[in-house]
């Protein structure tokens, strides 16, 4: 079996050199389960056929997010199967799906989403969630950029580039911080926690933030399951949820695209990750 494993492009420099040794993390878990990985530049047609692409490293597809969307299309029109489906990741580029989720009653931090980022909007949603400070996002974004935490007072600045997310801000971020819950089929494998480093919101390690290995608290795997019982099957996924306002577990963000597996925290996630792989592509 043979399936290509996107990468950044080839302008991303950033990206690309951490590239390979996540790489090398995927594909030993692949081959483990008899699975064949090839590297593949996430913006160039393929030039073969695969079993299945996994844009498991498509890093900076946010950056170019209507070069990404005609991929996906591109590969849904060539019969090109993915891992996960093609649908599920157009859907879960849109960081809407939040407020989409919340709507139908599902555990989620509580999330307006506007077309423009004002001043008006960060007013309305101090009233709506009854807070003073919020963190707007992009729609379509990674690693935290041009995430805002926004105080009354504060100028919006650059402010966020396109459609926007607006959320409470939720001090359990550099507390005992997020709970990222990692399933492999649906199965859950492993869970990390992610602190914020004191003074920021941010909890990856670029900007401070602290990760450790954790076993599930109590609650999170059956609200992980509520969610993951909300989308179509999934081959791999990592489920953030962190503690609301309220003192429940609710969704920060459902990545079914390029999550970091953590690998690193679990010995033995990574053959989990390619079985998950195999059994798909057989089933």
């Given at each position: 079996m043979q399936v290509a494993i996107l990468t950044p492009a080839a302008d991303e420099a950033a990206y690309l050199q951490f590239a390979p040794e996540w790489f090398a993390k995927l594909e030993a878990g692949l081959a483990a389960a008899g699975v064949t990985a090839t590297a593949h530049d996430w913006t160039q047609p393929l030039e073969a056929k695969f079993d299945a692409v996994l844009p498991m490293i498509a890093w900076g597809y946010h950056k170019k997010p209507e070069q990404w969307l005609?991929?996906?299309?591109?590969?849904e029109a060539a019969g090109q199967r993915m891992i996960n489906p093609a649908q599920v990741l157009?859907?879960?580029?849109?960081?809407?799906?939040?407020?989409?989720?919340?709507?139908?009653?599902?555990?989620?931090?509580?999330?307006?989403?506007?077309?423009?980022l004002t001043a008006d909007d960060i007013a309305a949603a101090r009233e709506t969630f009854g807070v003073k400070t919020v963190v707007a996002k992009p729609r379509i974004s990674g690693g935290s950029h041009q995430t805002l935490k926004l105080t009354p007072?504060?100028?919006l600045g650059e402010g966020v580039d396109g459609p926007a997310l607006?959320?409470?801000?939720?001090?359990?971020?550099?507390?005992?911080?997020?709970?990222s819950l990692l399933y492999f089929a649906g199965k859950f494998s492993h869970a990390v926690t992610k602190v914020a480093a004191k003074g920021d919101f941010r909890v990856q390690?670029?900007?401070?933030?602290?990760?450790?290995?954790?076993?599930?608290?109590?609650?999170?795997?059956?609200?992980?399951?509520?969610?993951?019982a909300a989308v179509p099957p999934l081959a791999?996924?990592?489920?953030?949820?962190?503690?609301?306002?309220?003192?429940?577990?609710?969704?920060?963000?459902?990545e079914a695209i390029e999550p970091d597996l953590f690998l690193q925290y679990a010995p033995k996630a990574g053959g989990r990750f390619g079985a998950a792989v195999r059994d798909a592509l057989e089933g």
């Amino acid at each position: 079996m043979q399936v290509a494993i996107l990468t950044p492009a080839a302008d991303e420099a950033a990206y690309l050199q951490f590239a390979p040794e996540w790489f090398a993390k995927l594909e030993a878990g692949l081959a483990a389960a008899g699975v064949t990985a090839t590297a593949h530049d996430w913006t160039q047609p393929l030039e073969a056929k695969f079993d299945a692409v996994l844009p498991m490293i498509a890093w900076g597809y946010h950056k170019k997010p209507e070069q990404w969307l005609a991929r996906l299309d591109a590969f849904e029109a060539a019969g090109q199967r993915m891992i996960n489906p093609a649908q599920v990741l157009r859907w879960n580029t849109d960081k809407a799906y939040l407020a989409e989720l919340g709507a139908k009653g599902a555990p989620v931090v509580p999330t307006i989403s506007v077309e423009t980022l004002t001043a008006d909007d960060i007013a309305a949603a101090r009233e709506t969630f009854g807070v003073k400070t919020v963190v707007a996002k992009p729609r379509i974004s990674g690693g935290s950029h041009q995430t805002l935490k926004l105080t009354p007072g504060d100028e919006l600045g650059e402010g966020v580039d396109g459609p926007a997310l607006i959320q409470p801000f939720l001090p359990a971020v550099g507390k005992e911080g997020e709970i990222s819950l990692l399933y492999f089929a649906g199965k859950f494998s492993h869970a990390v926690t992610k602190v914020a480093a004191k003074g920021d919101f941010r909890v990856q390690p670029q900007f401070g933030g602290q990760v450790s290995r954790v076993k599930p608290w109590d609650g999170a795997e059956a609200v992980a399951q509520e969610i993951l019982a909300a989308v179509p099957p999934l081959a791999y996924a990592r489920v953030d949820l962190l503690r609301g306002l309220d003192g429940t577990l609710q969704l920060m963000e459902l990545e079914a695209i390029e999550p970091d597996l953590f690998l690193q925290y679990a010995p033995k996630a990574g053959g989990r990750f390619g079985a998950a792989v195999r059994d798909a592509l057989e089933g």
